[in-house]
């Protein structure tokens, strides 16, 4: 090795020692990392038998019933449903207390996934609803019928009040099953879910075992059955698989959990966006090109400007492998997504990102990183009361379990951040206030762990940050 002289040396000390100073002022002075310390047992899925999986009983008997949004205002609802015998009626009987009965009529489709063959799964779109509107519906006409209902949002309006859930990585452990259970019996009371993606994780067993999709959707149909759960494909969605022969990716998923992407003139069901009372949500997919030129991006260039705030004055995204993370988990998977959109989530200022992946929870100050222009070298994370909050919500509690180990220190932009699992609920209350809470499963039902009073950038730009600094 050459030697060297000792100008250079005092000149590499004082760089690596500016190094350290500048690095420090970048990551020191982080907010809570919280000192709640889980049980650690592993995440297990509950067996075939369990209850939850329960097949209903009646021959041909509609399972797995789920609802979404089917338009981009709320007016329409996609009811998807499967059965096992025979395809049977693809027809939704639906009705109000001040309506009659009425008919709409759907599609069935199946799929084959290696050696597996799906049921019947029926998608049928109920149109020309009611706002506000509570409506019971029926599925499995002709043999045996099941009713459920579900409440149509209220008209899109600026100070329109609603709560979402917000639920990710969810999978069918033991966890997964705490995780719903708090969702339904937290009083802030869920009108519908944000998912932020990773829905069954089917595909972490052998040959990607589909069984675990009809579990899944068994499991989750005593909430998605009467109130709507926008989807976000996650990575456990692309069900990628080459070595059986699948090479069509999203296949289980597209066939499943049907979206109104077209509603938004998007060209594929993984990005898409809705309007529902006084939110405008647009869902991203991190597992679809985002480069220059390609569908999605030319998708979100146009949408963005089309987001009317005096319509709608919350601008919420959903996308499933979070931007900022500071998890020693997918560490930096977000970041090629980041830099290519963050600079419109700031123009257009977004109030707030849900994203899952991690699974653990952690909240952020408002930052952005947008100044980075290849040779000014600043590529530094700042307080920005443009830009918005990140959520890391993809504590759901599947299978793989908690990510516990975190990067030390904890950044600055960090408010809160806790390797537990839970759920969380973004309670709108007017054009100004929005009332976020975190919910750990080890708590009671009503107890916030982390919580937010959100100001809305549009109507209410102040500085809503939680940490002194
Ligand atoms: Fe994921």
């Not at 009361?385 to 950044?411: C, F, K």
């Amino acid at each position: 090795m050459a030697k060297m002289g000792t100008s250079s040396r005092v000149a590499a000390a004082i760089v690596v020692v500016l190094g350290i100073v500048l690095s420090l002022a970048v990551v020191c002075n982080g907010g809570k990392t919280s000192s709640f310390v889980r049980k650690v047992e592993k995440a297990v899925d509950m067996p075939l038998d369990s209850d939850v999986f329960k097949v209903p009983p009646g021959y041909n008997a509609p399972q797995q019933v789920h609802i979404t949004q089917g338009d981009q205002l709320g007016k329409a609802v996609i009811v998807s449903w499967v059965t096992v015998e025979e395809p049977g009626s693809n027809t939704v009987l639906y009705w109000s207390a001040y309506s009659k009965k009425q008919k709409s009529e759907g599609k069935v489709t199946t799929y084959k996934f290696y050696n597996y063959t799906s049921g019947y799964i029926h998608h049928t779109t109920i149109r020309n609803l009611k706002f506000n509107t509570k409506y019971y519906y029926v599925v499995g006409i002709g043999h045996t019928e099941r009713q459920f209902w579900f409440i149509t949002p209220p008209e899109v309006g600026p100070d329109v009040p609603y709560t979402f859930g917000l639920i990710g990585d969810l999978g069918q452990s033991f966890d997964s099953n705490k995780t719903l259970t708090h969702y339904e019996l937290n009083p802030q009371k869920g009108q519908a879910v944000l998912f932020v993606g990773d829905l069954s994780y089917a595909d972490i067993h052998p040959n990607h075992d589909n069984v675990k999709w009809d579990t899944w959707g068994r499991f989750t149909e005593r909430s998605v059955a009467y109130q709507p759960w926008i989807w976000t494909a996650g990575n456990h969605e692309i069900d990628f698989a080459p070595e059986l022969g699948e090479t069509k990716p999203f296949k289980p998923y597209t066939h499943r959990y049907h979206v109104p992407y077209k509603a938004s003139q998007s060209t594929a069901p993984f990005w898409y966006s809705v309007k529902r009372a006084s939110a405008y949500i647009i869902v991203l997919s991190s597992y679809s090109a985002y480069g220059k030129y390609t569908p999605q991006n030319q998708w979100l260039g146009k949408e963005l400007p089309k987001v009317n705030r005096s319509e709608t004055p919350w601008l919420i995204v959903l996308m499933h492998s979070p931007w900022y993370n500071s998890y020693n988990y997918h560490y930096m998977e977000g970041e090629t997504m980041r830099v290519m959109y963050e600079t419109w989530f700031v123009k257009y200022k977004v109030d707030v990102v849900f994203a899952g992946h991690v699974h653990a929870y952690e909240r952020t100050e408002r930052i952005s990183n947008v100044a980075y222009n290849i040779v000014n070298g600043i590529c530094i994370p700042v307080k920005d009361q443009s830009a918005p909050v990140y959520i890391t919500i993809g504590d759901g509690g599947n299978l793989e379990g908690l990510a516990t180990n975190m990067t030390e220190p904890q950044p600055a932009y960090s408010a809160y951040r806790e390797a537990s699992f839970g759920h969380a609920t973004f309670d709108i209350k007017n054009r100004t206030h929005a009332y976020y809470g975190w919910h750990r499963n080890q708590d009671g039902y009503a107890v916030t762990a982390d919580s937010m009073w959100f100001f809305n950038r549009y109507y209410h730009p102040v500085d809503d940050s939680t940490s002194a600094q």
